[in-house]
């Protein structure tokens, strides 16, 4: 199965003509995944090769506009690019993110009777207290639900925090478990945890021939990882015929951060394929990137080292830093060195480091264990 990342916004705090505001879309199998969507997402989207009406899940790291603005316009536009016809099976489009966030897209959609031909359903994570500076919790009372849900609205779920694995369990099926964990910021966000399941190895052909069974159904169900006996009473084991499993991908994406909270990122980011993480300003800026809640190279990157992921894709950067296609000689504020500072940090480590543009896509290989 394929999987890729395309970047749609790479920027910080606004869209700016030369980076989009904080979105990206993991792709598998056609399905479209879209992580956080700030203004002007939907025009990034309509310039990409992908399509805004393949997104069936969407996942809010937080609350701040630079992640969410674009979110009731890209919903509408997806609407209206529907075919309307009624034996159209339109399904459900699930949005994960933090407590405030169906309040936010229910009213937002309401007051501006905005009309969906497809249903919707918010799903909310619980933060803890300690996510965020006592200013940035929002009371009970701000993101109480009132008034009437949209039409299209379908009931979510409120997901609290296990905290046996210091984690949130968002959902699974049969190729994928999607958890969040806790990131401090100036309000409470959170990482997502992609991880794609572990696949039956191939088939040992030579194993199974001298055992004397032939192509067929049984075949697919000791690949299933079903036992079969044989007529003779002879039981043979999946293990016996399967080499070893081919290992899932795992990608992970953090939403705004100054630092992780708890064991379960570091826990559940090990291994990571794929580790995106925010990098708004340079090192030599660090005491003011830590003071809004953000983070540095170094500091992405020891969260990198620390969970041994094998590539570190910074982004989110401040809109002070052009893309290296529009940098002139001499610009102050140099993307490229951003890029270096994180490979400084890691140093002999083998995360590779990659710096996200506007449009950049990424594949996400299957990989042997290392
Ligand atoms: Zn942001
Ligand atoms: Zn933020």
Redesign the pocket.
């Known amino acids: 199965m394929a999987m890729d990342m395309t970047f749609l916004g790479t920027g910080s705090a606004y869209p700016s003509p030369h980076r989009g505001a904080s979105a990206l879309v993991l792709r598998t199998d056609g399905d479209c995944w879209l992580f956080d969507c700030g203004e002007g997402t939907q025009t990034q989207l309509m310039k990409s090769q992908l399509r805004a009406g393949r997104i069936t899940k969407v996942f809010i790291s937080?609350l701040?506009g630079?992640?969410l603005f674009g979110l009731p316009g890209l919903l509408c536009t997806v609407s209206l690019n529907t075919n309307s016809d009624p034996q159209q099976n339109l399904n459900c489009v699930d949005i994960y993110g933090p407590r405030g966030l169906r309040h936010f897209v229910r009213v937002t959609l309401g007051l501006t009777g905005s009309q969906l031909l497809f249903p919707y359903a918010v799903h909310e994570l619980e933060p803890t207290s300690d996510q965020s500076p006592e200013e940035g919790q929002l009371s009970q009372e701000m993101t109480a639900e009132s008034g009437l849900p949209h039409p299209q609205e379908q009931p979510g779920k409120t997901i609290t925090l296990d905290v046996s694995s210091d984690s949130y369990l968002l959902f699974e099926d049969k190729k994928f478990v999607v958890k969040a964990f806790r990131l401090f910021?100036?309000?409470p966000?959170f990482g997502f945890c992609i991880q794609e399941r572990d696949r039956p190895g191939r088939l040992k052909t030579e194993v199974l021939k001298a055992l004397g069974l032939k192509p067929g159904p049984l075949y697919g169900r000791l690949k299933a990882g079903e036992s079969v006996t044989l007529q003779s009473g002879r039981v043979v084991l999946p293990s016996e015929v399967l080499e070893e499993a081919i290992p899932g991908r795992k990608v992970c994406i953090l939403?705004?951060c100054s630092s992780v909270l708890g064991e379960g990122p570091l826990r559940l980011c090990s291994g990571a394929d794929v580790l995106v993480h925010e990098a708004t300003l340079g090192n030599e800026h660090r005491e003011k990137a830590v003071d809004h809640?953000h983070s540095t190279p170094e500091m992405a990157a020891a969260v990198a080292q620390a969970c041994c992921a094998r590539r570190l894709v910074l982004h989110h950067f401040s809109q002070r830093y052009k893309p290296s296609s529009l940098q002139k000689e001499g610009d102050e504020d140099n993307v490229s060195e951003l890029q270096r500072q994180a490979e400084e940090a890691l140093q002999d480590s083998g995360v590779e480091v990659i710096l996200a543009e506007d449009f950049l896509s990424l594949p996400i290989p299957l990989t042997r264990p290392r």
């Open positions: 937080h701040h630079d992640h910021h100036r309000i966000s939403g705004d809640g």
